[in-house]
């Protein structure tokens, strides 16, 4: 069995959904691979590296005709791929040697603020605001859908409102339920963020999700739309509070900066940043959550462009919820839940960790 190359995608993504692998990577030159607990491993261990024929058939086995126009023309498509069995984040990219698929597995269901484990007494508050901006932010593949799903599931079922859903693609169908719900898929629905969240203006949403905040005009748009009533929960590939904010700021030129800092400072709720951490014991991983919450000194910190004074701002900011990245790893560690290597391997501040770690 393990010799033979299955001639559609769908039968590597039932195996990944029925072993609990987060990917599955069908590469031009690699055998079948798929991502466990953190980890890319092969499927078999003796299966020979796929050939240019095998993925080209494989992706054909699967992409519409608008999408391979997409890959024809640009050399690169994703998009939400559902097959009847489940959802998938799925990539295709040409490379040197041929094609490359990459399929992220999407849990359908939509897990609650308490399954996260995001502690809910000071998460629930951003969540009831009438405008301003929530940031969920990490690196690829550290859980920011799930988080944002939660937000907007306990949303939906919380407020009365209209809540309109800016992604590329959809991952997580939500079903109306006290709010009325819209999603849009970039690409499908829509040529691109910055032009959805000009049309979602006029379109009287309570709460707008922006799924990647990658570029100074969706930046911009996200923070005008902040500041006049609107309820913005976006993400970016940030590690960290400080970071985040810095990145926000990097993409002005520099004579906007200062106008773009009082408009942060302003309509900033929280940063929720995070990073999956694997277990020690080997069983999964688990969420290693940093929360700053925007309170006068955070956002004295943010007019002034002192962004690096935050993490002594949020360790006296307790009461409100606030936790640095490195205090919740150290928890971890503590608890005995995570490794010392892994806890200092994902430290903000490395030389203070490994002092604490040697103590």
Known sequence: ?????????????????????????????????????????????DHPPLTAEDTLKLTQSFLGESEWKRLEEKGDVDF????????????????????????????????????????????????????????????????????????????????????????????YVYESQSCHVSQREVHLHTASFSKALRAALREDPDIIMVGEMRDLETIQLALTAAETGHLVLGTLHTGNAPRTLDRILDVFPNDQREQIRIMVAESLRGILSQQLVPKADGSGRTLALEILVNTPAVANCIREGKTFM??????????????????????????????????????????????????
Not at 13 to 35: C, I, K, M, N
């Open 1 to 45: 069995m393990s010799h033979v190359v299955l001639d559609h995608v769908d039968q590597y993504l039932r195996l990944g959904q029925e072993y609990g692998a987060s990917d599955v990577h069908l590469a031009t030159g690699f055998p079948p691979a798929w991502r466990r607990v953190g980890q890319l491993l092969p499927i078999w261990d």
């Open 80 to 171: 939400a791929y559902d097959n009847g069995e489940g959802r998938f984040r799925a990539s295709v990219v040409r490379q040197r040697l041929g094609l490359d698929m990459v399929f992220r597995i999407i849990n359908t269901k939509i897990r609650s603020i308490e399954e996260i484990g995001l502690p809910g007494e000071h998460i629930l508050p951003l969540t009831r605001y009438h405008n301003g901006l929530v940031l969920v932010t990490g690196a690829v593949g550290s859980g920011k859908s799930t988080t944002l799903a939660a937000l907007l599931d306990f949303i939906n079922r919380d407020r009365e409102d209209h809540i309109l859903t800016l992604e590329d693609p959809i991952e």
């Open 310 to 359: 935050l993490p002594g701002i949020m360790q006296t900011g307790k009461n409100v919820g606030m936790v640095t990245m490195d205090e919740s790893l150290r928890r971890l560690y503590v608890q005995g839940i995570i490794s010392a290597e892994d806890c200092l391997y994902r430290a903000v501040d490395k030389v203070q960790m490994r002092e604490y770690l040697k103590s």
